[in-house]
């Protein structure tokens, strides 16, 4: 059966520090993998998305970047946190537009 | 831009009630998913729907996809404290999910 990990759970970051969120898939290939953020008790907002090793694309403009190394593997990263960063994010796959798996997410607070 | 709505935004009930959340698209998506989200954790798909007109069944949740595809509701029947949580409708598009901004249910035993 396909897993989802994604951490660390909590996180809490100065202001202007790097951030780096590490998320891997196991009993799948080749998957669909995506970074959402979330405020708190609203909708998910799509920040990245890929469908391939290498192959990234984003759906909003911000001081986030994301990258995928490895076919199973999606990482999250900034150079600089901001304040508005602070967000709950989850990582999620999918083989179709049908469904998307996530996982535990990660609840990041800038100070 | 692709836009879900979800109303109400609230919802709070006794157990036993029965309740209907919406979704509202202003796009027609190729299929459009439930999922259900409890606090500090990912969300969980409940279904997918593909077809307008189609009407699934999950024990006490009756999810309805509209004829033109663009809107869809969720009916619980005799809510449980159990069911409490965020609900989120998303629709689903050339390998993206699009999720509304969600119901948050408590229903109080």
């Known amino acids: 059966s396909q897993t989802i990990h994604q951490w660390p759970a909590t996180l809490v970051q100065p202001v202007g520090s790097p951030l780096s969120l590490e998320c891997t898939v196991e009993g799948t290939s080749n998957p669909n993998l995506y970074w959402y953020r979330q405020a708190a008790g609203r909708g998910l907002q799509l920040l990245f998305y890929?469908?391939?090793?290498?192959?990234i694309s984003s759906e909003v403009p911000q001081n986030l970047s994301a990258s995928r190394p490895q076919d199973r593997q999606f990482i999250l990263s900034s150079k600089k946190l901001l304040l508005s960063d602070s967000g709950f994010y989850l990582c999620?796959?999918?083989?179709?537009?049908?469904?998307?798996?996530f996982g535990q997410g990660t609840r990041l607070t800038v100070v | 831009t692709q836009l879900l709505e979800q109303s109400p935004q609230f919802l709070s009930i006794q157990e036993g009630e029965n309740l209907t959340v919406y979704c509202n698209s202003s796009s027609v998506f190729s299929s459009l998913q439930w999922y259900r989200q409890e606090p500090g954790e990912g969300p969980v798909l409940l279904v997918t729907v593909v077809t307008g007109g189609e009407v699934k069944k999950l024990k006490r949740l009756t999810f309805q996809f509209g004829d033109a595809r663009k809107d869809s509701s969720l009916h619980i029947t005799a809510a449980q404290p159990g069911d409490t949580g965020l609900y989120l409708c998303?629709?689903?598009?050339?390998?993206?999910?699009?999720f509304g901004s969600g119901t948050k249910l408590n229903v109080k035993p």
């Open positions: 998303a629709g689903g598009d050339f390998n993206k999910f699009y």
């Open positions: 999620a796959w999918s083989a179709s537009d049908r469904e998307a798996f």
């Open positions: 890929s469908v391939g090793i290498g192959q």
